[in-house]
């Protein structure tokens, strides 16, 4: 679909009411984000930025307003699994690995059904925990890394099917400031070295400050 866009992502108007209406999460939400940028979304607790995230990865649908990322809309989107497997990436504050499986085969579990052989999926995944600083670290499972290695592993699986879009939700949320650090510099080099646009929701005013612009949200409204 990518056919030069000048946005990667433009949102216009989005509407999000909970509760009857009771609660406007978004009210009103329009920005446009550009191919190869690294955007954080901020604010105070409450203010919408995980429903806004959810909306970018369509887990959730807005009452009213459009979405598109990398030209698919998202409001009338046929296959939201294949969109969430194909052209998007995901990092959550809590890594979501899964604590029986190696570093290397959680990798391989987001490869699955994509048509790449055994062999094709074993070498990308090793080669993007090489990427992310991990290599040598395949086999361990996840009780057996640092917060910061599971962070990194979820990372590199968001990764795994080269997908336009990385969407992290407070990534750095449940780390120490060293391996919040090395978060960062690792998702700045990703955007420096490949084509990946990067949407990081976070309440961390020091963490937003490491990316290329600041998206501010109050009151489910973006905030000048
Ligand atoms: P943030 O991520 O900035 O903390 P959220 O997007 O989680 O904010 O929430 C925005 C507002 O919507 C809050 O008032 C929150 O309580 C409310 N909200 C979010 N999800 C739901 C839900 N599923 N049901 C009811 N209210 C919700």
Redesign the pocket.
Known sequence: MSDMPTAMIEAIDLRKS??GGV?E?LDGVTLTIAPQEFVAIT??????????LHMLAALDRPDSGTITVDGHDLTDLHQPNRYRRDVIGLVFQLHNLLPHLNARQNIEVAMMGTGHSRKEQRARANELLAAVDLGGLEERRPPQLSGGERQRVAIARALANHPQVLLADEPTGSLDSAAVERTLALLASLRRDSDVTIVM?THDPVVAAATDRTIH?RD?RVSA
Do not use: E, F, R
């Open positions: 909970y509760d609660i999460a604010g105070p607790s409450g203010c919408g930025k995980s429903t806004l929701v949200l489910g």
